[in-house]
């Protein structure tokens, strides 16, 4: 029995999650639940799963959450709240696997300390590679943890990997949608506005994952996370844009033998791999050979999306670069859905704020999350200043 921290347990990816622990009753259980700032949702999880401890985001909603389960007759389920509250739900002794699936570096420390505690990983949450994967994976190699991506990409790769040794690898191929922009002229790039770029062609995702999509930085994130994951150099991680994305992901190896993993669009798969590894339990997520048909493979266009050629530029770097391509992204999209920039100004405002990165490498989650505060104000004061111009 597998008894589960679920860190985002009210976002998509921790429902689909507690979806699949309802599947497999024998094999999953719920021990911690850390839900952000979901209270409704938070109340009804813990009702149905009656966890050991839940967690939410600020003092204020856990102590709203705490009344509504005591007038529920609910007293077994200890709530905590923020940061602290996350890390405690990783490292209770009870659990011994964690879903890291908390938007942003905000589940950094919680997953840190998980990998501390030697708790497996299954990471759904890019951002944390992204920003502390050089440390993450340090420490999780040190400890003998494993960490099992649950993104379709490197779950895909990951899968593939499986058939021979990392010598083997010559490359991996991350496939990309290539979102809605994928044939727009680049003279109307400036004048795309929120609601067309949230209208992806192949899934529904939050906001900022989305506008991300549409950037084609969401596939330079997963780059990085790429290197990290798979101890990569950025010259063996491929972008293909592959429009009916029916393809998740591709290894090749020395032999010209190429591998590719192909299964329905359902994030239920590949958390059940990573929950269930090294088994494959028998599911009802079966993939129809028809969509098949076609199959189309593209060079993705660098001059048309330029987010992903900075994140390659921020993978050779590394240190402080991912980090503040992770920071001003965020910064940038939301001003971007704020109508406060263009859409070409996301990525302006990511070579602005890189361009005035330092080249140090953290060494300590503390120093990672100091050097995300300075990127972000870094990305405010550019995104201001377009602002101005304008």
């Not at 005035?356 to 060494?363: K, Q, V, W």
């Amino acid at each position: 029995m597998k008894r589960l921290a679920i860190l985002g347990s009210t976002g998509s990816i921790g429902q689909s999650t507690l979806s699949i622990v309802e599947s497999y009753p024998d094999r999953f259980s719920v021990a911690t639940l850390a839900a952000g700032r979901n209270i409704d949702s938070a109340f009804e999880q813990t009702l149905r799963w009656h966890p050991r401890l839940v967690s939410l985001a600020t003092e204020e909603l856990a102590s709203e959450l705490a009344s509504r389960l005591r007038a529920a007759g609910i007293t077994d389920t200890e709530v905590l709240w923020g940061s602290g509250g996350s890390v405690a739900c990783a490292t209770h002794p009870d659990v011994n696997f964690v879903v890291s699936a908390i938007v942003g570096v905000a589940g950094l420390e919680a997953t840190h300390a998980a990998i501390l505690a030697g708790k497996p990983i299954g990471l759904a949450n890019k951002e944390c590679m992204v920003a502390a994967g050089e440390i993450l994976t340090r420490t999780a190699r040190a400890g003998n943890v494993p960490l099992l991506p649950i993104d379709s990409e490197h779950n895909a790769i990951h899968q593939c990997m499986r058939v021979g040794v990392a010598a083997e690898v010559k490359q991996i191929w991350l496939t990309a949608s290539g979102g809605p922009f994928r044939r727009l002229p680049l003279a109307d790039f400036d004048c795309i506005t929120p609601e067309q770029a949230l209208k992806h062609p192949t899934w529904v995702m939050g906001r900022r994952i989305t506008i991300d999509s549409a950037t084609m930085l969401n596939k330079g994130l997963e780059v990085i996370e790429a290197c990290r994951l798979f101890d990569l150099p950025p010259s063996q991680v491929r972008v293909t844009v592959h429009p009916q994305s029916t393809v998740h992901s591709l290894v090749e190896y020395v032999d010209g033998s190429i591998l590719a993993q192909i299964s329905v669009t359902d994030m239920r798969l590949p958390i059940l791999y990573a929950l269930a590894y090294p088994e494959r339990p028998a599911s009802n997520l079966t993939f129809n050979l028809a969509a098949l048909s076609q199959l189309d493979f593209e060079q993705p266009d660098f001059a048309r999306f330029p987010c992903l050629r900075l994140a390659y530029e921020a993978a050779q770097k590394g240190g402080e670069h991912p980090i503040a391509l992770n920071a001003a992204d965020e910064v940038a999209v939301e001003a971007f859905l704020d109508r406060r920039i263009p859409f070409n100004g996301i990525p302006r405002t990511i070579e602005e704020v890189l361009e005035r990165t330092p080249t140090s490498h953290p060494e300590t989650i503390a120093g990672v999350l100091a050097a995300d505060s300075q990127a972000r104000e870094r990305a405010r004061e550019a995104v201001q200043q377009a602002a101005t111009r304008v």
